[in-house]
């Protein structure tokens, strides 16, 4: 049973370049989220996609945003990059069930660094 | 807004030498509060969930409660291979997003 798997898993880019990050969510979940980590920090919250539709945004500005795929898979794009947007990116995956009480589970990341 | 803080921020233990993890939280209507464990690296392994107050999840050396303002995340008789982050996080309310805390740093010495 394959877990949330995501692509690349290292990045390198300048300031002001764009990003595509990818995200294939864990057999039997349809819904995804995003997460910036910091080193040192805990995971904070971008946004969330069901039904191919975003669901909820975090603080984050309009340079970040998603897409998510009929197959449920997802990603992640970043515009006009900052030094501040070099971070691990964790895609993670749940079932809508229960009301969104599920745990959701991480993939191992994107690590995007910014020259 | 949801919070969550965790103490303390590392922790140093020797083999076999059982100590207690702290994640405090604020939330309005809690949905779950859940544990991961997270190797340098690596992303976020999900440990357990918590839903309501009084509640105990168990495994292998491992123990979480939860009580209305916290949670505790028990090692038992630690081993080298339990040094890792561990990452406290709550979902609450009409939120979807989890919110983190910053974690604690286990590192447990043979």
């Known amino acids: 049973d394959a877990g949330v798997t995501q692509s690349p898993t290292h990045l390198i880019k300048t300031r002001g370049q764009q990003v595509t990050l990818r995200c294939s969510p864990k057999?039997?979940?349809?819904?995804v989220s995003w997460y910036q980590q910091a080193l040192g920090q805990g995971p904070q919250f971008i946004f969330q996609y069901y039904e191919e539709e975003e669901r909820q945004r975090g603080n984050f500005p309009d340079r970040f945003s998603g897409h998510q795929f009929p197959n449920y898979s997802s990603e992640l794009n970043v515009n006009a990059l900052l030094l501040g947007d070099s971070a691990l990116y964790l895609c993670a995956s749940s079932p809508l069930r229960d009301r969104d009480n599920q745990p959701q589970h991480f993939g191992d990341g994107t690590r995007l660094s910014i020259l | 807004e949801d919070q969550v803080t965790q103490s303390p921020e590392a922790l140093r233990l020797q083999e076999g030498e059982s100590s207690s993890l702290n994640c405090s939280y604020t939330?309005?209507?809690?949905?779950?509060l859940f544990w991961y464990r997270q190797d340098p690296g690596k992303g976020p392994e999900f440990l357990f969930t918590?839903?309501?107050a009084g509640e105990e999840k168990e495994k292998e050396r491992l123990k979480a409660t939860l009580t209305k303002k916290e949670s505790f995340l028990h090692i038992t008789a630690p081993k080298p291979e339990d040094s890792a982050t561990y990452l406290c996080?709550?979902?609450?309310?009409?939120?979807?997003?989890?919110?983190f805390g910053k974690g604690t740093l286990l590192t447990v010495n043979p």
């Open positions: 996080a709550v979902g609450g309310g009409s939120n979807y997003k989890l919110t």
């Open positions: 939330v309005s209507g809690l949905r779950g």
């Open positions: 057999s039997g979940h349809d819904t």
């Open positions: 918590l839903y309501s």
